[in-house]
């Protein structure tokens, strides 16, 4: 999800478009701003809502963390720290944490920030009329997968107010990352009394009412946004930065065009210039949660044999699309947690699980052999690769295409389908071998393995495995993190002892900035942070 895919989404728009739509949306120089802080910045399209539990990608993710705040906010140093909630405490039994809401915690129209807000703002995220792709975030709250999938009520939800400023939440079993999980955008505070009078509050500039270091100021709809500094937050003094300007450019080669005339204070690398770029010390490099992976339908041939989906994993050199073709220094992945997770003893959570299978072209004839044989087939029953359409995607799909045809002797269709229609099909299991992306949402390796636990939305080759799920939820259930970790680590290798599914690389952030720029904060799940950011003139 997130900005990957929806920045994916619109590469497709005519050229003259494109500039024609640069050209209205350019923003004058540093030099024209008055000597005010300035940042301008592309979001790569419309966020699809400003409704904290709705926009479940990134291009809402990175306005919504800067124009909102939740219980926490992580740091500098990716880890959770104190934000509307001044403290908390957590029962003997792990269970139970009571949030301490700031005295000085406003809305930026001036309502006071209660302990009510979060509690209207989870019940609407779970509320099953609503349908949030982000509710099942929250499932970890007592009584909040019963109220979303419609087997309890919203007063069963263990979240509730204490008085006006006091917040108690009850977890189903202690969980380690649930500090790290509500600094989510999806965990953000909603104004009751302005969303009870407008439920599109979050629609518009001029009805938008946030609680973070910015205030959203103006918001031409497909174009371009405003930030400016919040006078009623909390931590205003610590806000440096008077506007952010946001464009919306989908174009990777029109965002740098307008990178390099100032228009922008960053970019994102274009392919073909990549090289260039990354030997001339210009790139930047942060790291981000998340895998790039492919899809194979169990319910459907031939991906119901496991031989033949090892096969089909085992032939694809995730090497060679690195370094040729996204050209992002991405690391080929061959297990699905990324790195930067350290267990309780230190190590990576990557580095002790390491690789659960390989490049082995030899090897996958093999198992390709052996599926043909215990299934009866003479030859392969056809087989296409779905994949959302963009100029990477198509480019990556064209390579694996290529591999089978000369590791395995077998020709696969290609098909694309643009992002809405290709979600849907995907999430109801229509493709019998598709394009797949995550990234994280939090910051724990859990929130990478429970999206295979049976029926999950990104579950989408419909894979079922009792021992596996029974893994997943064990370690959901555990307070002990050394215990925790052994079933994680146990859960990954089953799932690709058990392959439905093969990575391709981790994902990163790469970027080019203007040297005036400095402060910004990329957080590995995805969005980026202007708290600290600062611009000279």
Not at 101 to 110: C, S
Not at 455 to 469: A, L, R, V
């Amino acid at each position: 999800m997130k900005k990957w895919l929806s920045k994916a989404l619109l590469l497709g728009i005519a050229a003259i478009l494109v500039l024609a739509f640069t050209g209205c949306t350019a923003k004058p120089d540093a030099s024209s701003t008055g000597g005010k802080e300035v940042l301008k910045l592309n979001d790569g399209a419309e966020p699809t809502s400003l409704d904290p539990p709705m926009g479940y990608d990134e291009v809402s993710w990175d306005p919504l963390n800067n124009l909102m705040e939740g219980l926490t906010r992580l740091g500098k140093d990716n880890q959770p720290q104190p934000a509307i909630a001044q403290k908390w405490d957590v029962s003997p039994d792990g269970r139970t944490y009571t949030f301490h809401i700031r005295k000085n915690a406003k809305w930026d129209n001036g309502d006071d920030l209660t302990a009510g807000d979060f509690v209207y703002a989870w019940k609407q995220m779970l509320d099953p009329k609503q349908a949030a792709p982000a509710a099942f975030l929250a499932y970890l709250i007592a009584g909040g997968e019963a109220y979303n999938t419609g087997k309890g009520s919203a007063n069963n939800v263990q979240v509730k107010a204490i008085g006006s400023k006091t917040l108690q939440v009850t977890l189903t079993s202690p969980q380690s990352y649930f500090i790290s999980m509500v600094s989510n955008p999806a965990f953000f505070p909603i104004d009751q009394k302005v969303a009870e009078k407008n439920p599109k509050w979050y629609a518009n500039a001029s009805t938008f009412v946030g609680d973070g270091p910015f205030k959203l100021a103006s918001w031409k709809h497909d174009s371009n946004m405003v930030f400016r500094k919040s006078s009623t937050y909390w931590d205003k003094n610590t806000v440096k930065l008077d506007e952010v300007d946001w464009a919306m450019v989908s174009d990777p080669n029109t965002e740098y065009q307008m990178y390099k005339t100032g228009q922008l204070d960053m970019a994102s690398v274009p392919v073909d210039l990549s090289n260039q770029l990354f030997k001339q010390g210009k790139v930047h490099v942060a790291p981000q949660a998340g895998t790039y992976f492919f899809s194979m339908n169990v319910n459907m041939k031939p991906f119901n044999n496991i031989n033949i989906r090892r096969a089909f994993a085992m032939a694809v050199d995730n090497s060679q699309i690195t370094n040729y073709i996204v050209k992002q220094k991405n690391v080929p992945a061959y297990g699905f947690v990324s790195p930067g997770f350290k267990d309780p003893s230190g190590q990576d959570f990557r580095t002790h699980n390491g690789s659960l299978y390989s490049y082995d072209p030899s090897q996958a004839k093999k198992f390709l052999a052996q599926g043909l044989k215990e299934e009866g087939w003479k030859t392969l029953p056809p087989v296409t690769l779905t994949y959302n359409t963009s100029d990477n995607n198509k480019s990556i799909a064209e390579a694996i295409q290529a591999m089978y045809q000369k590791n395995l002797g077998i020709n696969i269709k290609l098909a694309n389908m643009e992002w809405n229609a290709y979600q849907s099909q995907q999430k109801a299991g229509k493709f019998q071998f598709s394009r797949g992306s995550f990234i994280a949402d939090y910051g724990d390796p859990i929130n990478f393995l429970e999206n295979f636990q049976t029926g999950m939305p990104i579950n989408s080759m419909k894979w079922s495995n009792k021992e596996y799920d029974s893994l997943i939820t064990q370690a959901k259930n555990e307070k002990d993190d050394t215990k925790r970790y052994a079933l994680m680590y146990q859960a990954e290798k089953l799932l690709f002892q058990q392959m439905p599914l093969f990575t391709t690389y981790f994902y990163n952030q790469t970027f080019l900035q203007n040297s005036k720029v400095h402060g910004l904060v990329f957080h590995p799940a995805a969005y980026i942070d202007l708290k600290w950011a600062t611009k000279s003139n």
